[in-house]
């Protein structure tokens, strides 16, 4: 045990739990993209899937706790190694070079930072609802909490439209890296499978991005009224 827990206090120990959990973060945002596209299927689907969350508190609160653990575990322990890896640099780099190195890899702190920011945004706005007072709460027609209309609201609106598509930004950038970076710290870094871990990480990352770009703009072009 003790042994166990020394090697999660090394470098390479917290590099393996920060992989781990921004998997379980990927995980969630893949499925989380799915499920928001019912949109599409119109309000009773929407309505639906999330009035079925609500009804099942203990895991609806499970998942949010489990979510929560997993964003600062994750956050706290990136800036750990970062702070060591600044601290065990004797003399600072006067010149930069980037071999092999992706924009996204290359920006993995600054698109962090815009997606905390955004993630609080998105909280505050669609699930506390304290950002947009302008929509009233309401059911539908069967009784659901009508999300599909706070959805609808809210992307009819250009600042809040421009916002998310910022976050969307920061949300690709950092997961086309992350995946392929996680992936390799799990072991799975071979020459061979480089490439197609980096292809991975950017088609994942492609797909939840234009996946939330189609439900932000289907609203904001009429698509979805």
Same mark, same amino acid.
Do not use: C
């Given at each position: 045990? %003790?042994?166990?827990?020394?090697?999660?206090?090394?470098?390479?120990?917290?590099?393996?739990?920060? $992989?781990?959990?921004?998997?379980?973060?990927?995980?969630?945002?893949?499925?989380?993209?799915?499920?928001?596209?019912?949109?599409?299927?119109?309000?009773?689907?929407?309505?639906?899937?999330?009035?079925?969350?609500?009804?099942?508190?203990?895991?609806?609160?499970?998942?949010?706790?489990?979510?929560?653990?997993?964003?600062?575990?994750?956050?706290?322990?990136?800036?750990?190694?970062?702070? =060591?890896? =600044?601290?065990? +640099?004797?003399?600072?780099?006067?010149?930069?070079?980037?071999?092999?190195?992706?924009?996204?890899?290359?920006?993995?702190?600054?698109?962090?930072?815009?997606?905390?920011?955004?993630?609080?945004?998105?909280?505050?706005?669609?699930?506390?609802?304290?950002?947009?007072?302008?929509?009233?709460? +309401?059911?539908?027609?069967?009784?659901? +909490?009508?999300?599909?209309?706070? %959805?609808?609201?809210?992307?009819?609106?250009?600042?809040?439209?421009?916002?998310?598509?910022?976050?969307?930004?920061?949300?690709?950038?950092?997961?086309?890296?992350?995946?392929?970076?996680?992936?390799?710290?799990?072991?799975?870094?071979? $020459?061979?499978?480089?490439?197609?871990?980096?292809?991975?990480? %950017? $088609?994942?990352?492609?797909?939840?991005?234009?996946?939330?770009? $189609?439900?932000?703009?289907?609203?904001?072009?009429?698509i979805v009224h």
């Amino acid at each position: 045990m %003790v042994r166990l827990f020394s090697h999660f206090q090394s470098s390479v120990g917290k590099k393996m739990v920060i $992989a781990l959990t921004g998997l379980g973060l990927v995980a969630y945002v893949v499925f989380h993209m799915l499920g928001n596209l019912q949109l599409f299927e119109g309000p009773q689907a929407l309505n639906k899937y999330a009035a079925f969350l609500r009804d099942i508190p203990i895991l609806l609160w499970t998942v949010r706790i489990g979510l929560l653990s997993l964003v600062v575990v994750h956050i706290g322990l990136a800036i750990q190694l970062s702070m =060591r890896n =600044r601290r065990a +640099r004797s003399v600072e780099y006067t010149i930069h070079r980037y071999r092999q190195a992706s924009i996204a890899s290359r920006t993995m702190t600054i698109s962090g930072i815009v997606l905390l920011v955004f993630v609080g945004f998105h909280l505050l706005h669609l699930t506390a609802g304290v950002i947009d007072l302008g929509f009233s709460e +309401r059911l539908d027609s069967e009784g659901h +909490r009508d999300v599909y209309g706070k %959805v609808v609201h809210a992307f009819q609106n250009p600042f809040i439209v421009i916002i998310y598509l910022a976050g969307q930004l920061g949300l690709g950038l950092h997961l086309s890296h992350a995946i392929s970076s996680s992936l390799q710290t799990m072991g799975l870094e071979r $020459a061979a499978l480089n490439r197609l871990l980096q292809g991975l990480g %950017v $088609a994942i990352g492609l797909l939840v991005v234009l996946g939330n770009i $189609a439900i932000i703009l289907g609203v904001f072009l009429g698509i979805v009224h």
